[in-house]
Every structure is written in C-alpha cells, then in structure tokens.
C-alpha cells in the first residue's frame, strides 16, 4: 500500500479522528485540543531554554545528534539537535520516524560531561555522559517509569 494513497490517507484521519473523540471524552476538551494540536503539528515552535550550569554551552555540544531508540516493542530515531542564540541553549527535538521536528526541549543542563534535558509533551528525562572521544553521548531516557539506554551519536 502506497503510505500517499488517498484512501490510507482517509482511513489515519478517521482513525486520529477516533482517537481525539476517546481523548475528549476521557479527559475533556482542553486536553482533545492539545492533542489534536500535537498531532497535526508538523514543526513545533523551539520554546528557549537557558543554559543552567551558568556558563557558555561546550562546543562539542553543538550539532545534531541521533541514535536508535528501542521502547515500547519499536525502535525509531532519535535526534536532538543542540544550537546557541545570543549565548542561550536552543536544543529541540526531532523524531522523524513519527514525522515530528523541533520540538522543544527544556531544562537542558551540562555540567562537565553529564547531560540531561527532559522533553515536557512525552514525560521524559534524558541523563547521559558525553564522550568526547567518540563523540557520542551515553546515556539513559526515562519515560513513563521505564528507563530506556540511548547512544547518541553527533552527525
């Protein structure tokens, strides 16, 4: 089946259409009109975030970085992509295997070699350890309760 097919195409809107009706109903409007939202978002707007560790982000850091990541019975790629605005950590996300891009990250930190960041729509923290050998990051992704290891490599 051609994922560009029309009718492929009728049956995912009626299948999210289903899905937001469920949301609505378990949870209420507001939370349908997030969700709605955040599944027809194509690219989210990068919401700033300060470097807190007080001090200017490591260049090694910046760049785009992307690993396997296996949770949840599927593994999909994983990107983060780290920029600096007039001395501010800009990181966002990108998932492209679910066709999401630039979704903001919060609360980046470095401190030395240890990373962490979380990512508020998914309930999710990232801890990891930068390589700067090897240029990875090593590390673990926690969401929902369940820890999730993740290898980042720069591209």
Known sequence: MNLLDSSFLAALGATNNLFLEVVGKSLGTEAKDYVDEAIHR????????ENKSGSSVDPTLIGTWSGPLSQFGATTKFVINIAVKD?????????????????????????????????????????????????????????????????????
């Open 42 to 49: 194509k690219i989210w707007n990068a919401q700033v975030s």
């Open 87 to 155: 001395g501010i950590v800009v990181p966002t996300l990108d998932s492209p295997d679910q066709n999401a891009f630039g979704i903001p990250v919060s609360d980046f930190l470095q401190n030395n070699d240890s990373i962490s960041f979380k990512l508020g729509i998914a309930s999710a923290v990232f801890n990891g350890i930068l390589d700067r050998n090897n240029k990875k990051i090593k590390g673990v992704w926690t969401q929902r309760s369940a820890d999730y290891l993740l290898t980042l490599s720069k591209e």
